[in-house]
Structure formats: C-alpha cells, structure tokens
C-alpha cells in the first residue's frame, strides 16, 4: 500500500473513476435530516401502542416517551449495527495473564457495550506493547488483508485528536458520493459519530435518503471503529471498519467516504481557503442554518480528487 503524507490517514490510491469526475451541475437540495422532522411510518404504525405506554408512564406525549428512552435506543440500534459488521477473519483467543511491569496501554472499561470489539479483540496488546510502531502498522494491515468487505488504516495521534474533537462539535454531517451515468450525478450519505467507551468511537454511514425515511430506524452499510489504546503509548489509533454487501456501496466508495471525512474534519486552524469553507459547512449543518447549501458541499468535496 502507499502511503499519504505524514499526519494523514494512509490509503492506496482510489481507482481513475474517483480521480477524474466530471462538473456536479445538477444539485438536488437536501434540508437538515438532524433538525427536522420526518414522517415516521413505524411511528405512526405503532401510535395507539406508543400513546397507551405514554400514559402508563405517566408521560403526556410520545415525544416524551421518544425523549425519556433516546438513551435505549441509541444503545440499541449501535449494538444492531456492530453486530451486522462481523469481520471475516476470527478473533484470536485471550492472551494469558502474565505480568508486565512497563505495559502502558490505555484500559477499555468492564463495562463496554455488548458486541463492541476491542482492540484486544484484533492485537495481542501484551506482545505487540514492545514492537516499533512500524511493525504493529505491518501486522493490523495484515490482520484485515484476507477480508475483501474490510476497511483498514492507521492514523497518527495528532491527526485523531483533531479528528475526534472535530467530531465532538459536529457528531453529524452529509458527505457526496459520485455516481457516472445517473440523472443524479452526486448521491448524499449521512455520517453519525459515537464515542461507546474511552477507548474506541464508531463513525455510522448511512443513506441519506434511507435516514430520512427510517430515521433511528434505518441501518448503516458502512461501520468504522477508531481504536486508542495505543494512542498514547505508540502515538497510533487504529482505524477498521465494514462495508456491508447488498446495500449499494462498494469497499472503493466507503474509502472515498472516509477520505471525505478526513479532510472536512481535520481541517482545523488552518487557513488555507478550503480549510476555511469546509469548517463553515460543518458549523452550518450542526446549527442547522439556512443558507447552508448542498451546491458548495459539492465544490468542496470535488476538490478532494
């Protein structure tokens, strides 16, 4: 693989098909998903049930209801999608308990969501703890080489911490994917960030159109995990991730997708005038604005290529 410039997530080169795109001229406008409502045809399926356990809640509305268990079902549909994302290789078994008085790696919680892997999962963390950071890149490449549906990079610390503060402040955003040969020449994807434990953040791609219809509801073809317990210690996090097969996004376009999310979330102080105008657009949708406007999105992510 080769690799980028330093402090940026190293990927091979994206096929001819993502390097040479022609004008996006035809835009079809697309409103704030996380801001607005939608009709909800689940919701409105199980109205009567939902009003009834309301009251027996002692709650004046669904809303109340939706609000008093939004923490249930953000755990529930996060847990639905990790365990959609089963990677092709096995997880080796748990290294032995053997002392190691200089092992400095950040502790995951006892209590982290069910079906979320760990980095322990992927790496045994006690061996790996003493190799240069070059050979622990070798080896988690080589762990996910034999998956064809996988996604895999290492990103440098200072490159995550940008990233994730970023996200913090703006935990959702649309991305474009090129489509040649549509009337639609730019299809939209809604991207979620969650933070489920101190050591790990998942990153959510959805279809935007899919999100608008189904809302919570709706599932996500692609899956990205950040590991941290090495951050510190080696100055790496290490990125994997899943593109589900059958819901109309190729491995290539889930590395387009994360390509765009590097570059509109690590654009940080920098005041170069691209950096400046994808910082906008972020701050834009967050705060649901309205002259946030897709047709600029656009011009940004096709000066990615």
Known sequence: MRPVASGRLRWPLLPSTFRTQRRWARVHDVRFVATQGQ?????????AKLDQKAKEEGLSSVSELREAYKDKIRSLRHESAIAQTRPVVPAPPPPPVAPHADLKISKSPSTSPPGLKTLSAFLDLTKVIDLPPQEIEYIWRLRHASSPNSLCAVIPSETYTLLSSTARRHPQF???LPREGNDQPAEMHFLQWTFPSPTTSTVLFTHLAEYKLRGEYSQPHTTVTHHLDLKDSKGLVFLHGTVVSGRGVSVEEGKWLLMCLQKFYTAGN????????RRRLLEKFSTGAEDFRVEELLEEAEKIV
């Open 39 to 47: 009709f909800n045809p689940v919701l409105e399926k199980y109205r």
């Open 174 to 176: 649309i991305l474009p």
């Open 270 to 277: 920098d005041k170069h005038m691209s950096s400046v105008a």
